[in-house]
């Protein structure tokens, strides 16, 4: 039995090694350019929203979305290139598409309201929020969560679906926030003239605003004295700095004038037998 060895090799390296070696050789080629090309697209495309200054946290979304999108045509492109039938490809990933939808409706949730914030800009980057039951500063936008700092340093990954399905409270988007605070006198201080140091007083606290001008009057009377609203106005960015310097303000105020904390006055009346 004769068996044309060389002849065999020959015909699978001629019929199938050699024309598969260079269909993923493409495939390695295309990878390769395509991923840079995709880079540069999402370079071009940072560079014109920034030109344009549009906002950061819009910027890195569509700078995710057109990454995500230009991959998945390049793998489609790629299995082309390896003989891999693209139109079952494209089927395969449509029926996946629904059965993923309807496990990940929360998911798709997310991202569908975090195009509503980028839509509606309830808030931006940088600033203060309180929202889904968080209070911080915002890191990022992204397309399924968003990104929060805490005071305390705490970073916290909150679903946009969650954020926009509830009450959202902006502390950086009006140009002033009012600090409000309490100050005690007791009983036999006039309130007038301790009302009048306190203006004085505030009135040299850094980053106060003049307009609108503090306020501070009378608020209550309690069982311990007269209570004082103190509230004076300050930029966001100032508002922990001008509420711990105010309380300052008022304790050194007060001891200067040598006030009398409040205390409860007891009037005791005994009966006669």
Same mark, same amino acid.
């Given at each position: 039995m004769d068996f044309n060895f060389s002849g065999g090799v020959g015909a699978l390296m001629t019929e199938y090694l050699i024309p598969g070696a260079l269909k993923v050789g493409g495939a390695i080629v295309l990878w390769i350019v395509g991923g840079y090309v995709i880079r540069w697209l999402q370079r071009g495309l940072r560079a014109v929203m920034e030109k344009d200054k549009v906002d950061p946290s819009l910027v890195r979304y569509a700078d995710s979305a057109l990454g995500v999108a230009l991959r998945l045509f390049l793998v489609i492109a790629?299995?082309?290139?390896? !003989?891999?039938?693209?139109?079952?490809?494209?089927?395969?990933?449509?029926?996946?598409?629904l059965a993923i939808g309807a496990a990940w409706s929360g998911l798709l949730g997310h991202f569908a309201a975090g195009i509503f914030l980028l839509v509606l800009r309830p808030f931006? %980057?940088?600033?203060?929020? &309180?929202?889904?039951?968080?209070?911080?500063? %915002?890191?990022?936008?992204?397309?399924?969560?968003?990104?929060?700092?805490?005071?305390? !340093? %705490?970073?916290?990954?909150?679903?946009?679906?969650? /954020?926009?399905?509830? #009450? /959202?409270?902006? +502390?950086?988007?009006n140009p002033y926030r009012r600090?409000?605070?309490? =100050?005690?006198?007791?009983?036999?201080?006039?309130?007038?003239?301790?009302? *009048?140091?306190?203006? *004085? =007083?505030?009135? #040299?606290? @850094?980053?106060?605003?003049t307009d609108p001008a503090p306020v501070i009057e009378i608020l209550s009377f309690p069982s311990?004295?007269?209570?004082?609203? %103190?509230? @004076?106005?300050?930029? @966001?960015?100032? +508002?922990?700095?001008? +509420?711990?310097?105010? #309380?300052?303000?008022?304790?050194?105020?007060?001891? &200067?004038?040598?006030y009398p904390p409040g205390?409860?006055?007891?009037?005791?009346r005994s009966l006669a037998a």
């Open positions: 790629i299995l082309g290139q390896l !003989g891999v039938q693209t139109t079952s490809f494209a089927a395969l990933i449509a029926a996946a598409g931006k %980057v940088g600033d203060l929020v &309180s929202a889904a039951g968080v209070t911080g500063r %915002v890191k990022e936008i992204g397309m399924f969560t968003t990104t929060v700092d805490t005071a305390e !340093g %705490v970073r916290n990954y909150v679903g946009n679906g969650k /954020i926009f399905a509830e #009450n /959202i409270s902006n +502390y950086s988007d600090v409000e605070l309490t =100050a005690d006198i007791d009983h036999s201080v006039d309130p007038n003239a301790a009302m *009048a140091q306190l203006r *004085a =007083a505030i009135a #040299n606290v @850094p980053n106060v605003l311990t004295g007269t209570q004082l609203a %103190v509230r @004076p106005y300050c930029k @966001p960015e100032h +508002y922990w700095q001008v +509420y711990f310097a105010t #309380n300052k303000a008022i304790f050194e105020t007060f001891s &200067s004038a040598k205390h409860q006055h007891l009037v005791v």
